[in-house]
């Protein structure tokens, strides 16, 4: 990896980092500090995995993460978020429900497994890792989180 490539790599980290520890905090019961946090950090999650390279590191096998500790997470997220959860979509004039929760959880396991994997892989193989799931798989439900929490922003209805 480049220098520059692992400048960009470490601030894409940095920032897997702390939207990790945003979504660890969250309250189980009751507050909605997270959420405009959550605004920021979203775009500077999504300007750092779109300006890394990809360096061909190798691909590692996909991995069913702890599907209760999924659904755990899934469901306090919805429960935080209430009737901010859900939103609609549009595509080809047939519409379809989303879930930021949903979109959330996705993003959180994403993130935390390559995060748990930098001490046991090289920097080259969990890059790799996060731009394959981010085309095939969580960037969109990054882009359709972002987009419904401008909504709910502009709307004043993050708290």
């Known amino acids: 990896m480049q220098e520059r490539e692992r400048a960009r790599f470490a601030e894409l980290v940095a920032v897997a ?7 660890d905090r969250i309250p189980a019961q009751g507050g909605d500090d ?14 750092a995995v779109a ?39 549009e595509f080809d004039q047939h519409s379809m429900s989303g879930s930021l929760a949903d979109d959330l959880t996705d993003i959180y396991f994403e993130l935390r497994r390559g ?18 799931g981010y085309r095939q798989h969580w960037g969109q439900h990054l882009v359709d989180a972002e987009r419904h929490l401008y909504s709910l922003k502009i709307n004043d209805r993050l708290g």
């Open 17 to 23: 980092r702390q939207y990790c520890s945003l979504i």
């Open 34 to 47: 997270w959420l405009l946090p959550l605004c920021g950090l979203l775009p500077r999650l999504h300007a």
């Open 51 to 89: 300006a890394l390279q990809d360096t061909g590191g190798r691909d590692i096998p996909l991995e069913l993460s702890d599907l209760d500790s999924r659904f755990d997470l899934f469901s306090r997220l919805h429960r935080e978020l209430g009737r901010r959860d859900s939103y609609w979509l």
């Open 115 to 132: 995060l748990q994997l930098l001490d046991a892989l090289d920097a080259d193989d969990v890059a790799h890792l996060w731009q394959a």
